[in-house]
């Protein structure tokens, strides 16, 4: 049965896609949110998932201000409206300068509204998440392999460089924020010793161009963690200082009070109900998780669905996708 289901689902979504039925079907009382994090201008070694490219960034975009209503997360959930279309709502996760560069032009053009989620440790550094930091030292590795965890991974091409990234950054999800950073520093010693991550893809906002975007009247901001911890993974202390030590941050460098929150990596088993009531219980409305879906203003409002919006689609799949295929 469940075998069924899931080629059910893909008969589905590729009929969908290559007749572009989307905007006929979804519910127009349903929201689609979806979730960035890089925008990148040019394709890396890597090409990870995370981090999609200027053009085909700004194809969606077109798409979705043709075929939804934007607008901004509080609007869509918090406000009253009587829409003629479904709502979309943008967001980007972590925090990298590249919203700024060169998504906020593309916004601008199509008067798109958008919330960055940011892990406020790494605003006005030259560090930057840790994810990022084995993505730059794959990429520019100039062996053919790497050694990691008594393993020899390949990185000879552009397939075997993804999927070392790949397995390495698996690797390490699972583990508490400290262990990942020793693993971090040693796998970075031993491959580059890099540690200024300016002027790479991963380079994070700074006050100053938090400030410009929300100038905008487009871009609003919440907070994704302190350190972009995995709340699982803390116990309940680490879990507060993590929370309030980004809401406090992003309240200092936007001057306004945090009233939205992304769980890192988002899935139902990366928070739990105790990290719910915290937010519940300070200034946070909205929780955004990373659960796929499309929802509603009726929708747990500290749980609430969004779309990843991966490197590796087209735009026809990108519009399946959008309406909940």
């Known amino acids: 049965m469940q075998l069924l289901k899931k ?3 893909k008969i589905r979504y590729k009929v969908v896609s290559e007749l572009k039925l989307g905007p006929l079907l979804q519910n127009i009382n349903s929201i689609s949110v979806l979730t960035y994090h890089g925008i990148i ?10 981090f999609v490219s200027e053009v085909e960034f700004e194809k969606q975009v077109k798409y979705l201000s043709e075929n939804f209503e934007l607008r901004s997360a509080e609007d869509a959930y918090l406000n009253y409206y009587d829409n003629k279309k479904p709502v979309a709502v943008i967001t980007f996760d972590d925090g990298f300068l590249n919203n700024f560069t060169y998504a906020l032009p593309i916004l601008k053009k199509y008067l798109a509204p958008a919330t960055v989620f940011l892990s ?15 993505i730059h030292a794959v990429e520019i590795c100039n062996d053919e392999k790497i050694e990691w965890r008594g393993e020899v991974l390949p990185i000879q091409t552009k397939g075997d460089k993804m999927l070392t990234s790949t397995i390495i950054q698996n690797d390490l999800k699972g583990l508490h924020p400290l262990t990942i950073d020793t693993e971090i520093n040693g796998l970075v010693e031993s491959i580059n010793n890099i540690s200024d991550f300016s002027n790479t893809p991963f380079e994070m906002l700074t006050s100053k161009t938090v400030i410009e975007m929300q100038e905008s009247n487009l871009i609003t901001f919440g907070a994704h963690t302190h ?4 709340l699982s993974k803390l116990d309940e202390a680490e879990s507060k200082v993590e929370i309030f030590k980004s809401l406090d941050s992003v309240k200092k460098i ?7 929150f992304a769980y890192p990596n988002g899935g139902i088993s990366d928070y739990n109900d105790s990290h719910k009531l915290l937010l519940k219980n300070s200034s946070i409305s909205l929780a955004f998780s ?5 929802s509603s203003k009726q929708d747990d409002l500290y749980q609430i669905k969004r779309f990843f919006i991966s490197s590796h689609i087209n735009i026809k799949q990108f519009s399946a996708q959008v309406h909940g295929y």
Do not use: E, R
Not at 290 to 294: K, T, Y
């Open 227 to 230: 350190t972009h911890a995995i």
């Open 290 to 294: 990373m659960i796929d879906g499309l």
């Open 120 to 134: 406020t440790k790494y605003i006005d550094t030259i560090d930057t998440i840790w994810f990022c930091k084995i």
């Open 41 to 50: 201008k040019n394709d890396s070694n890597v090409n990870d998932y995370c």
């Open 7 to 9: 080629i059910f689902k």
């Open 254 to 260: 936007t001057g306004k009070k945090c009233n939205m």
